[in-house]
């Protein structure tokens, strides 16, 4: 089995920080961005064939299907395009590697020693990082 389908499940955020910051950063609302402090999104992971999708579950429910087998993608963020390609690392954990507008972003998701999921993002030199445990 491969490392990464480990991430598959029911997660709930346990603890985050510089979400405000990175929302600044790619120019989210400013009611919005202090909403995101308080809010505690949940997601749900399961793969597909060579995608994994994500259900995240905030103020509304977004899907997402993302392709694991290098091939780029691209999507929006509060009007802005991104564009990225998704490895799967031998250690089982899943980058993101691309471009949000004009600057460099970078995601990093995998299982820690707690067995808790951690989702680390770097856009443009703020880096946001999101502890998830199973439900």
Not at 10 to 20: A, F, L
Not at 120 to 129: N, S
Request: charged share 25%.
């Amino acid at each position: 089995m491969g490392e990464h389908l480990k991430l598959a499940g029911e997660w709930n955020t346990v603890s985050q920080t510089n979400v405000e910051e990175m929302l600044y950063k790619i120019g989210a609302p400013f009611l919005i961005r202090k909403a995101a402090g308080h809010v505690k999104p949940s997601q749900s992971i399961s793969f597909e064939g060579d995608k994994m999708k994500i259900i995240t579950v905030t103020v509304k429910t977004t899907e997402k299907f993302i392709p694991l087998d290098g091939s780029e993608f691209s999507d929006q963020v509060f009007s802005k395009t991104y564009v990225c390609k998704v490895t799967v690392s031998e250690d089982g954990s899943i980058t993101a590697d691309g471009l949000l507008g004009d600057m460099g972003m970078k995601s990093v998701r995998k299982i820690d020693d707690a067995g808790q999921m951690v989702l680390t993002t770097w856009i443009d030199g703020v880096e946001c990082v999101r502890v998830f445990a199973r439900k």
